[in-house]
């Protein structure tokens, strides 16, 4: 008897097998096609989305603070667009030059959040900087690295899976 019930188990999930096989799996809807070309908002929503679509509010806002504090600095370039696409910069970018987007709840944050924060930086630098959650870092990385760059900067704050870091002010009369 045990003999029949085992061997009957053992055949059930061969009979449904066949059905599940034959459901067509539905394709996840496109939110949107990160690509060159985009909106300095587009770009900024891309480059929100794709470093930190799985950390928390901060943690998404923190990745855009670093893109446009960097607008502010000499050593990058002065627009989102050459900022994201800059070589070296953003991972991403360099595993060609579109991406795509399926989850609308996080791509939908990283949009409002991209807006937000342009239209901050642009028409209220002050509110703006208050409001930076990095304390003006321009580079960040995930705690799972250690670039050897570290060792130049100052650690400014440790928001989820990232650490953020400014360049060390020049010494006073330099």
Known sequence: MNKIILATACALPLTTAPAM???KAKKPKV?????KADSAVNILACNI????????DYGMLAVGFV?????????????????VYQAGQFSWTAHGSTFKVYEEDQWVKAKSFAETLIK???NNKIVYD?????KGSTYYHTRKVKPYWTKVMVRTVK????????????????
């Open 21 to 23: 096989a034959t459901e």
């Open 31 to 35: 939110m949107h096609v990160c690509k």
């Open 49 to 56: 989305y794709r470093e930190a679509r799985g950390e928390s």
């Open 67 to 83: 893109t446009l504090n960097r607008k502010d600095h000499e050593k990058f370039p002065a627009s989102v667009k050459k900022i």
């Open 120 to 122: 901050l930086h642009t």
């Open 130 to 134: 208050a409001l930076d959650v990095t």
């Open 159 to 174: 928001i989820d899976n990232h650490i953020f870091y400014k360049e060390k002010p020049a010494p006073q009369g330099a």
